[in-house]
């Protein structure tokens, strides 16, 4: 298990003048929930995600040697138009991994990124593009120090997702992420993710189906939500709800025991809103429609016993998760009785992926 000190790099055996390289991330959906956060983004509870496959950002990193070095510089695109808006976000990532990447003052660079999914769709997009900025970079580190092994490659490249985003390590690889110290999970660490490999086969192939009930601007940004566990009445309780609840969902995901993972993820989903709802001050994140898609599900599962559950991220929007094999029953269902609680009829379906592609 690597440590902070091995991400800061010995002197650079080679050199490199200028170049691009383009990279997806897919954005991911936790099951046992992140939320509350330590300095240097390092999480307050352990948490598993799914990474998703279809809802990614696709990131061209083009860089040129300045003639002077000191400070940082690059410009901005977000589908091909100028986004000064993220400016600030990616200064204070570079201030954050500067020390990990000493290369960065010494480039110009141009970051042309796009996403596969909606602007303000409610997907986790600093996640998908935080990863794939990362990655991006260190394609130019194993330019400068070609003997980097593949391992550390993807390992470093988490550790930096997570400065500019903390959920961002888990869309780096794997189908099932784990990231956070957890006691019963071998080399599991705050600093980023991990691959989690023992997936019975019903989960390998599982459907996300995303229903856009709002959206609109986040009304409290993550990092707002995050800090407001400091002092929250029922913080540590509920990091500890999450160690026990991702030690009982790994062994349902390495069984295939669905019915336990839809518990666990429900509940999971619940606790999250509920703690933004406790919090001080306190916010309702979820709207009338989220609650009508809820209870639909839930009547709908009572019913047919089709194994469909729902999880939600920190807004309105409800990811609804099933198998494969229920697939066409599922869609059935959503088009038939949520759709019309979704704004514009709006929808996305994803499925597991397996993290960063290398496009070129």
């Not at 141009?110 to 991006?136: E, K, V």
């Not at 985003?165 to 780096?172: K, P």
Request: aromatic share 12%; hydrophobic share 40%; net charge negative.
């Amino acid at each position: 298990m690597a440590s902070v000190q091995d991400f800061i790099p010995q002197p650079y055996t080679e050199t490199t003048d200028k170049g691009s390289f383009t990279w997806s991330a897919p954005s991911n959906i936790a099951l046992v929930k992140y939320w509350g956060k330590k300095a240097n983004q390092i999480p307050a509870n352990p948490s598993i995600s799914f990474t998703l496959s279809d809802c990614k950002t696709i990131t061209t990193l083009s860089f040129e040697k300045k003639k002077s070095t000191g400070g940082f510089s690059f410009d901005l695109l977000f589908e091909g138009q100028p986004k000064e808006s993220f400016r600030p976000k990616i200064e204070k990532f570079f201030e954050r991994v500067v020390q990990y990447l000493p290369f960065l003052e010494e480039y110009h660079f141009i970051i042309d990124t796009q996403n596969t999914f909606p602007h303000s769709s409610g997907i986790a997009s600093s996640a998908s593009g935080m990863a794939a900025l990362a990655i991006n970079l260190m394609s130019l580190e194993r330019l400068l120090k070609p003997d980097m092994t593949d391992d550390y490659f993807y390992q470093k490249a988490s550790f930096l997702a997570r400065l500019g985003s903390g959920s961002a390590c888990r869309s780096v690889k794997g189908s099932v992420v784990i990231w956070g110290n957890h006691e019963t999970t071998d080399n599991s660490t705050d600093l980023y993710g991990i691959p989690y490999a023992e997936v019975h086969d019903v989960f390998k192939t599982y459907q996300d189906t995303i229903l856009l009930v709002d959206k609109g601007e986040k009304q409290v940004s993550s990092t707002v939500g995050h800090d407001l566990m400091h002092g929250h009445p029922f913080a540590q309780q509920r990091f500890a709800q999450a160690h026990e609840n991702l030690t009982a969902i790994k062994r349902a995901l390495a069984t295939g025991d669905v019915d336990t993972f839809i518990k666990i993820t429900e509940s999971e989903a619940l606790t999250l809103h509920a703690m933004m709802m406790t919090s001080l001050p306190y916010f309702i994140l979820m709207k009338p429609n989220t609650l009508e898609i809820i209870n639909k599900i839930w009547q709908y599962r009572a019913e047919t016993g089709v194994p469909v559950c729902f999880t939600l991220d920190a807004g309105a929007n409800v990811h609804v998760l099933y198998p494969e094999n229920v697939a066409s029953k599922v869609l059935a269902f959503i088009k038939a009785e949520l759709l019309g609680y979704c704004q514009n009829n709006q929808y996305i379906c994803d499925k597991i992926g397996t993290g960063v592609v290398f496009v070129g």
